[in-house]
Nanobody
Framework: QVQLVESGGGSVQAGGSLRLSCASS????????MGWFRQAPGKEREGVAN???????AYADSVKGRFTISQGNAKNTVYLQMDSLKPEDTAMYYC?????????????????????WGQGTQVSVSS
C-alpha cells in the first residue's frame, strides 16, 4: 500500500511561482511512475507531468517550459516546480502513483493508469 500526501499549494498572482511536494510512504518498488494531475471546477482531471523511476519525464503542452517535475534524493518525494503561473493554472492539484514497470510515453498518462492518489492541494492564480 502506498500513501501520498501533497503540500505546497496556495494563492499567487500571475507570473508567480509555487512548488508542490508529494511525499510517499510504503514500498514503491524498483519501477514506478509518479504523476501530477489537476482538475478545475467543471472540467475533467488532466495530466500535468509524469516522472518515471529511471528519470524520464513527460509534460502536458500547456505547462511545457513553465513546470518542472523532479524527485528528491531519497526518491520518496516528488516535486512540481511551477513558474510563470497563469490564471488558467488554477485547479486542485493531485499527486498519483503507479507501481511496477510501464512503457514511457512522451505525454502524461491518463488517470486510469495510476493506482494511488493523494488528497489534493489547491492552487489559485489571480490576474
Amino acid at each position: 500500500q502506498v500513501q501520498l500526501v501533497e503540500s505546497g499549494g496556495g494563492s499567487v498572482q500571475a507570473g508567480g511561482s509555487l512548488r508542490l511536494s508529494c511525499a510517499s510512504s510504503g514500498d514503491t518498488g524498483r519501477y514506478y511512475l509518479m504523476g501530477w494531475f489537476r482538475q478545475a471546477p467543471g472540467k475533467e482531471r488532466e495530466g500535468v507531468a509524469n516522472i518515471y523511476s529511471l528519470g524520464y519525464t513527460a509534460y502536458a503542452d500547456s505547462v511545457k517550459g513553465r513546470f518542472t517535475i523532479s524527485q528528491g534524493n531519497a526518491k520518496n518525494t516528488v516535486y512540481l516546480q511551477m513558474d510563470s503561473l497563469k490564471p488558467e493554472d488554477t485547479a486542485m492539484y493531485y499527486c498519483a502513483a503507479r507501481m511496477g514497470w510501464v512503457p514511457t510515453l512522451s505525454v502524461p498518462r491518463s488517470p486510469g493508469d495510476f493506482d494511488y492518489w493523494g488528497q489534493g492541494t489547491q492552487v489559485s492564480v489571480s490576474s
